[in-house]
């Protein structure tokens, strides 16, 4: 397919809110095409290592960024999880060998949300394009949706008012940009909150697992970090006291809070005003799918800006969202339970279910993120 409609299309002002990995995508995708987008944050730069939230890249991403070279410098980064466990007691429930997927990658890579910015960031230098840090829309209505207005503080506290030809707010789940155009965020928030940890070894660990244990109620997630570095997510508040560490902890690096909200913005997109990754949708990190879904919207986004196509972009993006939203909360529900007949239900069928091929097929789909639309201009096999 091509990548452009002529010069006068890549004139065309692009100003993206939000330098976290969708943003920096959408960046780094356009700039590729031969647009100069001018990409701002309101942040002091890229996300800590140690703070960062979003670890799985699925196949389908790093198919995405192999275009701009960033997909194989992830891959020389990250952790390869080759295995993925959910246990029940002594019992398996689930065993997936990521690398039985079909394609050029194995179905997920684990690799902190900073390193993954920094690789971004760095790419997006080639093109002689930085984020420009400490700079904020300022809230208020977007009153022009085809010539959007919108005002930016400086660092310095200066004010500068801009109109670009397209906006895209991809300023994360509280966005202004989705806020200044008026958009609910509907959907619902579980009651139970998850905590998390990150535990530092004196000696490297086996990374190549990602587990789940089911204590039913309540579970403790394993997921590789670093080649020393184990993150550990559970609905348990006290659930340290049971982690089983495989080495001796050097330190704890991190430790955060959260509720899990499944919730997503109907249109995408409104004018010339575009919203992608946790500004338009938010779910549970069950399957790792959340920065990688937004990777995406970021991807299709440059790619239909760049055929003159971008008012086809919220119908294009909503069945792929939907269908993920409907799939995290399902799992979610599974390692959540607490209804005795109902884990017991899931204890029998789920390893039963497996064993059949087109439902382990599936699953390895939907780990690697194969389970959405084929982007059109990828012209290798996945």
Request: net charge neutral; hydrophobic share 45%.
């Amino acid at each position: 397919m091509g990548d452009g409609v002529g010069g006068k299309a890549k004139s065309r002002s692009i100003l993206i809110a939000g330098a976290g990995p969708v943003g920096l995508t959408a960046a780094l995708e356009l700039a590729r095409r031969g647009f100069a987008p001018r990409i701002i944050d309101d942040g002091t730069g890229p996300t800590p290592a140690e703070e960062s939230r979003a670890l799985g890249v699925n196949a389908r991403t790093l198919t995405l960024l192999s275009a701009c070279g960033v997909g194989e410098r992830i891959i020389a980064a990250a952790q390869p999880i080759e295995h993925f466990r959910v246990r029940s007691g002594e019992k398996t429930l689930i065993e997936l060998d990521t690398r039985q997927v079909n394609g050029r990658f194995s179905a997920v890579h684990a690799l902190a949300q900073g390193r993954t910015e920094r690789l971004l960031i760095e790419a997006l230098s080639t093109h002689g394009i930085a984020p420009e840090w400490q700079t904020a829309v300022v809230a208020g209505e977007v009153a022009d949706l085809r010539k959007p207005e919108v005002t930016l503080r400086h660092a310095d506290g200066a004010m500068e008012t801009v109109r670009p030809d397209i906006l895209v707010g991809a300023d994360g789940a509280h966005s202004v940009v989705r806020k200044a155009l008026g958009a609910g965020f509907p959907g619902e928030a579980l009651e139970a909150y998850f905590y998390l940890a990150d535990f530092r070894y004196e000696d490297p660990v086996d990374t190549h697992v990602a587990e789940i244990s089911l204590f039913d109620p309540g579970m403790i997630g394993r997921l590789p970090v670093a080649a020393d570095v184990i993150r550990y997510i559970s609905t348990l508040e006290g659930f340290e006291s049971r982690i089983v560490h495989p080495a001796k902890v050097a330190e704890k690096t991190w430790a955060s809070q959260f509720r899990i909200h499944f919730r997503h913005v109907e249109p995408m997109a409104k004018g010339n005003v575009f919203l992608a990754g946790d500004a338009a949708h938010i779910h549970s990190p069950a399957g790792a799918r959340g920065m990688n879904l937004g990777i995406e919207d970021a991807c299709w986004l440059a790619w239909l800006i760049a055929e003159g196509r971008e008012q086809e972009y919220s119908a294009l993006r909503i069945p792929a969202v939907k269908q993920v939203l409907k799939q995290t909360y399902g799992l979610t529900r599974l390692i959540t339970m607490i209804n005795p007949l109902a884990i017991e239900a899931r204890n029998l069928l789920a390893p039963l279910l497996l064993r059949f091929g087109p439902a382990r097929l599936a699953l390895l789909r939907s780990v690697a993120g194969y389970d959405t639309p084929k982007p059109p201009w990828i012209d290798w096999a996945e």
